[in-house]
């Protein structure tokens, strides 16, 4: 099965940091883009941020831009999400997936997403 592994959620305070990490699983991350994405309760799966495998090329949202790094690492086949400065709004299920084809900002447009690690921002 083709399909990712997310890790590194958890709960943190106002103003701290975490990372997260994706592991493709079936695949070797070798070409195109891997993006997360995050899901909040009764919400939409939204855009965070999304990479080129020679990690040449990265965009994110505007509510993330300067908080937030996504990056990669070829030898460990694994995409990060570097999270600093981080607010309660930015608590949601972290997903991530493979561009199959189309815009990097569409869900719809990934497969192999993964079960998701929480991060939860809250004193």
């Known amino acids: 099965e083709v399909q990712v592994v997310e890790s590194g959620g958890g709960l943190v305070q106002p103003g701290g940091s975490l990372r997260l990490s994706c592991v493709p699983s079936?695949?070797?991350?070798?070409?195109?883009?891997m993006g997360w994405f995050r899901q909040a309760p009764g919400k939409d799966r939204d855009f965070v941020a999304a990479i080129t495998w020679s990690g040449s090329y990265s965009v994110y949202t505007d509510s993330v831009k300067g908080r937030f790094t996504i990056s990669r690492d070829i030898a460990k086949n694994t995409v990060y999400l570097q999270m600093n400065s981080l607010k309660p709004e930015d608590t949601a299920v972290y997903y991530c997936?493979?561009?199959?084809?189309?815009?990097?900002?569409?869900?719809?447009?990934?497969?192999?997403w993964g079960q998701g690690t929480q991060v939860t921002v809250s004193s």
């Open positions: 079936g695949f070797t991350f070798s070409s195109g883009y």
């Open positions: 997936g493979r561009l199959r084809s189309g815009t990097v900002y569409q869900s719809r447009n990934y497969d192999s």
